[in-house]
């Protein structure tokens, strides 16, 4: 009986000394670091995968982009993300009308054909995302606007949510890949939509990363909006 006491009394001092140190934490500060650093993510051209944790996003938000970038194409190409992509994108019904298009672009990715995978992994981007869109709302039906299509369909989550956090990063990168850049002035160096798709980036300036990056893209908005309609 004395052993058990013993036991119960150890128990309850390390109980109340792990309360006591959860209650010098700044849960506040954490949460504001985990938007910078989504949102940071995001600038430099990423939103934040459905597998990734609070640790790995701020491991990552330190990186500079060219790091940031070979850190992606790791996660992907050695680390199983592509994977993972895979097996979420082929399995969803909402994919179900890209599915043949699906199944040729993961196979160009995995031999690294990427040049034929930008433009479509963009137009499934369009599609996927429009579906979500009020049929009774004709405009939001013949927008090709993504960033508009977002912020209309997309719920309200709990803004110390995980969930909003990712919201967050997502329409961050989305207002980047659809922002307005003339063509008269120099490329973009961030992805732009309006460039690749209007013929005005040559080809031989698209690299097997913007793959990555808008496929990225697209399992994120994936898993948010099915998230959504969960």
């Not at 009394?9 to 500060?29: N, V």
């Not at 199983?80 to 599915?99: H, I, P």
């Amino acid at each position: 009986m004395l052993g058990v006491r013993h036991q119960l009394l150890e128990f309850s001092k390390q109980t109340q000394e792990l309360f006591s140190e959860l209650g010098k934490i700044d849960w506040r500060e954490i949460d504001q670091r985990l938007a910078r650093d989504t949102v940071r993510l995001a600038e430099l051209g990423w939103t934040v995968a459905p597998w990734m944790t609070p640790k790995e996003v701020s491991e990552l938000a330190v990186l500079d982009s060219e790091a940031l970038d070979q850190e992606f194409s790791k996660l992907y190409f050695e680390d199983g993300g592509l994977d993972r992509a895979k097996s979420q994108l082929t399995a969803s019904a909402r994919m179900a009308d890209w599915q043949p298009l699906l199944a040729q672009v993961f196979g160009a990715i995995e031999r690294k054909d990427h040049l034929i995978t930008i433009p479509a992994l963009l137009l499934m981007l369009e599609g996927f995302v429009a579906q979500f869109a009020d049929p009774a709302n004709s405009k939001l039906v013949c927008t090709v606007n993504v960033p508009n299509l977002v912020a209309a369909i997309q719920s309200t989550p709990d803004p110390a949510g995980i969930t909003a956090k990712v919201w967050m990063s997502t329409t961050a990168f989305l207002d980047q890949l659809y922002k307005k850049s003339p063509f008269s002035d120099p490329s973009p160096s961030f992805v732009n939509r309006h460039w690749i798709l209007h013929g005005r980036l040559k080809s031989t300036e698209w690299d097997v990363v913007d793959a990555i990056r808008l496929l990225n893209a697209l399992s994120t908005l994936h898993w948010l909006m099915s998230f959504d309609e969960r």
